[in-house]
């Protein structure tokens, strides 16, 4: 019987009100297809789809129910969710500026508060550059190959290189790249860290030796 199924959905349902709103509104609008998530008393989650069925031309027979168990997708999803939040509250909160690049288009996809003070863009901006843009424009081919190569490799690749600031100044970095397989994409994560302050003394050497008239 209708009625006592729906009483008893109602004693299991953690918020059945929102249940009985739901039908009460199909009643009043029997030709509207409705989806929702309701959770039970025991901590289980059923999707509900409901659809009407209609004669040819238009008139209302009835309609037809399905609900199926979604809790473990359900717990996954949050499980994911919690996993990238923690893995972004780091991210935010690392010393480093962190880069990630789509290894095939080399599109910035993401760039943390670091890298938007060491390049002068705000997030908006750095996100959706190519590569390219904020690299030396002398040194294009070099990086590229350099870029090309440890894709192929897939490995951890660690050199010194220049990154182009928005004034256009070039920030000597140390970067330590990866390559990881997300969400059906291959891409790089480089974490740079300025290293212009440790440049200065290597400079002071040879700019003494220039005053002196000495060779380089």
Not at 56 to 62: A, D, F, M, Q, T
Not at 106 to 112: K, Q, T
């Amino acid at each position: 019987d209708k009625q006592l199924v729906l009483k008893w959905l109602q004693y299991q349902l953690q918020h059945p009100q929102e249940f009985c709103k739901k039908i009460q509104h199909l009643y009043v609008h029997p030709t509207e297809t409705s989806y929702d998530e309701f959770t039970f008393k025991d901590g289980r989650i059923f999707e509900f789809y409901s659809a009407p069925v209609l004669s040819s031309n238009g008139s209302y027979y009835g309609r037809i129910w399905y609900n199926r168990d979604i809790t473990e997708r359900k717990h996954s999803e949050a499980a994911l969710r919690e996993t990238e939040e923690k893995y972004r509250t780091l991210i935010e909160l690392a010393g480093d500026a962190i880069i990630v690049v789509d290894a095939q288009t080399e599109i910035i996809l993401d760039a943390n508060r670091m890298a938007e003070k060491m390049l002068g863009y705000d997030h908006s901006e750095i996100v959706g550059l190519h590569q390219t843009e904020i690299q030396p424009q002398k040194k294009l081919e070099q990086y590229s190959e350099i870029f090309q190569q440890h894709v192929e490799s897939c490995g951890v690749f660690k050199t010194e290189l220049e990154l182009r600031h928005k004034d256009g100044t070039l920030v000597p970095m140390e970067v330590s790249a990866t390559v990881v397989d997300a969400q059906g994409k291959r891409l790089v994560q480089g974490t740079f860290r300025d290293i212009g302050d440790r440049k200065q003394p290597e400079k002071a050497p040879k700019q003494a030796k220039t005053a002196r008239g000495d060779p380089p």
